[in-house]
């Protein structure tokens, strides 16, 4: 076909469709399957040609033909999936409207189709589609409905969380109600913690479980939403922090409880004042209490050097030295990771294939998981968020030979992934004031 006449070729399309009637079943079957073979290589860049087009196939669609109904999906979808068609608000909310209609009354074969292309409607829509809150997640609402009635399809469910998502997904805040959010939010911590989720070599489950942290993401971004579990939630957050990572297993047990109570004033002076004691015994014997444990390694450097080292400067050398080796132990681990994923896909076996896209979706479970907790700490409570901050740092300082629970550092030096690492040390620069607070508190505790 010439793109020189796709204006009065899609124009055709719009005449023939307005010709036919309901009974013309046949001819319209025939047009959409037409439609569907363009590959809208022809097809114009203007967006009215395709709003006529959609408003006049939606009047003589019947939601009841499934087979017709799934090729106009397909044909939905991909216009504003893949050519990104701008639609108008009268057939936007149309549109919408049809597709509410439709999955109450379709076969169950059909509704994943129709939720495929009902998310690329919502998206960035949020001012318009307010009006069907009730009737997408009221207590009638089609995905109320389906996430009861159908927890075992997974495909099913990937695509309602991808409606999910699309819902919330705007550009500009404030503007989906309670409801929404509150819904959202449920739903998503709900499937976070199901017991499928465990499986960790599923490429749906993986699939779910990005998009579920996705929707957590928009959802703290708004302030109105409340979170009653809060324990819950960072915990269900701490266990995908480490997903798929060799030698950490995940739990479906992830209530945590505060450990820290924030300090007040008082106390926090107190601490800064500790150095500055007028009694030199008291101070004589908390340097002996830390001595021992860092004379052997003091020891251990003077030998080697032959020289006489400060114990400060012994000390940081030290340090130094074992975060250079286990970071480039890890440097290592991502070299090979990278190596492997720049191979062409003909080099690779099925099976290799596939296990490298596993690790690529595992990976994303962990960026999105510590995306969300970031979000949380913007709009928690610091004195709530204060009493969890100890489950995400080390119980002791990082030495190399000590176990220690999996933290934010065990993601920073061991997780293969650099765009994981790098969201590991955005979280704690971002909050560094916060968790100064709480190495005083610490401090103050074990005082």
Not at 96 to 105: H, L, N, P
Not at 372 to 390: E, P, R
């Amino acid at each position: 076909m010439n793109p020189d006449t796709s204006k009065p070729y899609i124009q055709d399309f719009c005449i023939k469709i307005k010709k036919l009637k309901e009974t013309d079943v046949i001819e319209l079957n025939l047009i959409i399957d037409q439609l569907n073979a363009l590959h809208y290589c022809g097809f114009t860049e203007e967006n009215k040609p395709y709003n006529d087009l959609l408003y006049s196939l939606v009047d003589l669609i019947s939601p009841k033909n499934d087979h017709m109904l799934s090729k106009f999906c397909c044909l939905l979808y991909s216009l504003l999936h893949k050519r990104k068609i701008i639609l108008q608000k009268s057939c936007l909310e149309y549109l919408i409207q049809f597709m509410i209609s439709a999955i109450r009354s379709c076969a169950d074969w059909v509704r994943g189709d129709v939720l495929m292309a009902l998310a690329p409607l919502l998206e960035n829509n949020g001012d318009h589609i307010n009006i069907f809150s009730e009737d997408l997640v009221g207590k009638n609402g089609i995905l109320t409905n389906i996430l009861l009635s159908d927890k075992n399809d997974r495909n099913l469910q990937y695509n309602i969380f991808q409606c999910l998502f699309s819902l919330i997904k705007n550009p500009n805040e404030n503007v989906l109600n309670t409801e929404i959010l509150t819904f959202c939010f449920r739903n998503c911590l709900l499937v976070l913690k199901d017991g499928f989720i465990c499986d960790t070599n599923d490429l749906l489950t993986l699939k779910i479980a990005i998009t579920s942290l996705k929707c957590l993401q928009q959802v703290f971004t708004s302030k109105s939403v409340k979170i009653e579990n809060f324990g819950e939630l960072l915990g269900t957050l701490k266990n995908l922090l480490f997903y798929g990572l060799p030698g950490q297993t995940f739990t479906l047990e992830t209530n945590l409880y505060p450990t820290l109570r924030y300090p007040d004033n008082q106390q926090v002076q107190e601490t800064q004042s500790e150095s500055d004691s007028p009694y030199p015994k008291l101070r004589k014997q908390k340097k002996n209490k830390r001595r021992p444990k860092k004379l052997p390694q003091n020891k251990q450097v003077c030998e080697t050097t032959g020289a006489k080292v400060e114990p400060d400067r012994a000390i940081n050398d030290v340090t130094n030295s074992i975060a250079n080796v286990s970071l480039s132990s890890s440097a290592k681990n991502f070299h090979t990771t990278k190596m492997r994923a720049s191979s062409s896909d003909s080099e690779l076996s099925d099976a290799e294939s596939h296990t490298s896209k596993i690790k690529s979706l595992q990976a994303s479970v962990r960026q999105n998981a510590y995306l969300a907790l970031q979000n949380v700490v913007k709009i928690a409570d610091k004195k709530l968020m204060f009493g969890y901050w100890s489950y995400f740092l080390p119980e002791h300082p990082v030495i190399r030979g000590l176990v220690s629970s999996p933290n934010i550092f065990t993601t920073i030096m061991k997780d293969p992934a650099s765009q994981v690492r790098l969201c590991a040390l955005t979280s704690l620069g971002r909050n560094s004031s916060r968790l100064k607070t709480v190495f005083d508190a610490c401090r103050w505790k074990e005082c």
